[in-house]
């Protein structure tokens, strides 16, 4: 069996804390283990499952694989591993599941996610390590916003954008969040107020940014052939593609635009869809200028043209839906992991925020020093 | 008793005490590095070489800190950021002097270095507009 062969891949099960409760209990401290649990016990329920029939797990930013493996009382996995917490690991923590489903080595892996990010008090920036971290830091340099904002300011020079382009993209995602419960920030704003946020890294402000939350966020993934015998409808991982991007610098030079094609090239091939049969999109957004470089480079528009593309009425029904549950600015900041579990409640008819009619493809894509997109399907 | 040899980071900072940006240029394949490194990360050689860079660069481009994030009062906000490329080819997070207007992508600008030594007892290369050369 083929990695590249199409529909193999179901997705049976995702689980998402409600990132609103959490964020309202401001004095409450979480644990990642407990956070990455309840997302669990919730994805198995979905699925329909017993504990027992899991035989993979991955965790993610949890500091120990070994510890959640212990707390979920999954001892004996035929595959255990832990990534990191950076962002781009949810597309690469599902295309590795994938990969370890295909070759035989697990048949029902979970992937599990937890981030106390909020009650741990993580600040994202600082003197942190990094490859230039420390000579950074002694300019005052630091924090993932201003790497987004240097990348932007660039952009907006080169390509002579009006200040106030990113604000449809901020709106969008909370217009979306407003009609999900689980959202943290569900109050929609005008570009005014948008204009008017405080700037954290000028130029870009406050409603530009992820949020700062507590959740947690698991799916579980088997067979195709598995998946069938649950009855239901069967959410597929079509295919998949990734490419590394990296330098000692996450601004990249072309906002990752050439990688970001060879990845579309890839995953088009893969899938048989490209941009034109897209009618959702979930797109990692740790901040707003992100959506803009993912759309270009993954052919929804030019490069250059992504403010253009975006300074849309995102209401239409012939928009491009985009971050359908509210993104990272307003559902939450999940890290890329409850946008793939949005790319599969729309494909199932139950997305926590703003459900499309008839969709039956979305896409994920992230772009950052390892771009990944998927291409989601529903089957009949 | 001999000395340790210094690290690549120190060497860096021991230049710029003198006054001088030097990076690591190889010799097996004419690659300049930052930050600096054990080996070439063009052609894998540690045929490496300090030699100075002519000084010259241009605005990769900048931001304004409004955050506060770090403890030393000369890092108070809001402050800029100038992220240069250097006309040998490697990029580097600095700052300019001047703070009179913004800087503009792709502008021209020559390497100056503080006369002082800033909380890590680091004289720190930064850069100027060219036209306040002339
Ligand atoms: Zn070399």
């Known amino acids: 069996m083929s990695i590249h062969e199409r529909d193999q891949i179901a997705i049976i099960g995702v ?8 964020f ?8 990642a283990y407990d956070l ?11 699925a329909g499952i017993e504990k027992d029939e899991i035989d993979g797990l991955f965790s993610a930013r949890v500091p120990s694989y070994i510890r959640m493996a212990d707390v979920l009382g999954i001892q004996r996995p035929k595959v255990l591993n832990g990534f990191d917490g950076a962002g781009r690991m949810s597309g690469v923590s599902l295309q590795l599941a994938a990969a370890a489903i295909q070759s035989g080595l697990a048949t029902t892996i979970a992937l599990v996610y937890g981030n106390n990010g909020r009650s741990a008090g993580a600040k994202y920036g600082g003197e942190t390590p990094s490859p230039t971290g420390l000579y950074d830091a002694s300019y005052g340099m630091t924090s993932p916003g201003a790497s987004l904002a240097l990348m932007w300011q660039r952009y907006t020079e080169t390509y002579g954008v009006p200040d106030g382009a990113l604000a449809p993209l901020a709106m969008n995602n909370r217009c979306n969040a407003s009609l999900n419960p689980d959202a943290v920030f569900r109050e929609p704003f005008d570009k005014q107020t948008y204009l008017d946020a405080s700037y954290i890294a000028e130029p870009l402000r406050l409603l530009d940014y992820c949020l700062i939350n507590d959740g947690g966020v698991a799916l579980i993934v088997t067979t195709v052939e598995r998946a069938r015998k649950l009855g239901g409808p069967v959410v597929v991982l079509s295919a998949t593609a ?9 601004a990249s030079d072309d906002y990752w635009l050439e990688s970001s094609r060879a990845v579309a090239a890839d995953l088009r091939e893969k899938s048989g869809v490209g941009p034109d049969q897209i009618k959702c999109v979930q797109i990692y957004d740790n901040f707003t200028p992100t959506i803009l470089f993912s759309l270009e480079g993954f052919g929804f528009c030019e490069p250059g043209e992504g403010w253009r593309f975006v300074d849309q009425d995102f209401e239409s029904p012939d928009a491009l839906a985009i971050n359908t549950s509210g993104g990272h600015t307003s559902e939450g900041y999940m890290q890329g992991w409850a946008l793939h579990a949005e790319a599969v409640r729309q494909l199932r008819g139950d997305s926590a925020g703003k459900q499309l009619k008839d969709v039956d493809v979305v896409q994920y894509i992230c772009a950052s020093p390892i771009i990944t997109s998927h291409i989601f399907r529903r089957l009949e | 008793m001999t000395s340790e040899p ?4 120190e060497t860096y900072w021991d230049y710029c005490s003198r006054g001088e940006l030097r990076l690591q240029h ?7 590095l930052f930050p600096p490194g054990l080996r070439c990360n063009t052609c894998l050689s540690r045929d490496l070489h300090w030699e100075p860079v002519s000084g010259r660069a241009v605005v990769w481009s900048w931001l304004r800190m409004h955050r506060k994030y770090f403890t030393d009062p000369a890092l108070t906000p809001p402050y800029l950021v100038t992220m240069v490329q250097l006309a040998e080819g490697p990029r580097m997070i600095s700052s300019i002097q001047t703070t009179e207007r913004d800087p503009r992508v792709g502008e021209t600008l020559h390497l100056v270095f503080d006369d002082v ?3 890590n007892g680091h004289r720190l290369p930064r850069f100027a507009y060219a036209e306040a050369n002339r």
């Open chain 2, 6 to 9: 210094l690290t690549p980071d």
């Open chain 1, 242 to 250: 990734g490419r590394g991007d990296v330098t000692n610098f996450y």
């Open chain 1, 36 to 46: 990455a649990a309840d997302a669990f016990a919730l994805a198995l329920a979905d």
């Open chain 2, 26 to 32: 190889c010799a097996g394949c004419g690659s300049w």
């Open chain 2, 117 to 119: 030594e800033d909380a």
């Open chain 1, 15 to 22: 689980g998402t804390t409600s990132f609103r409760q959490l």
């Open chain 1, 24 to 31: 309202e209990k401001k004095d409450a401290t979480h644990s």
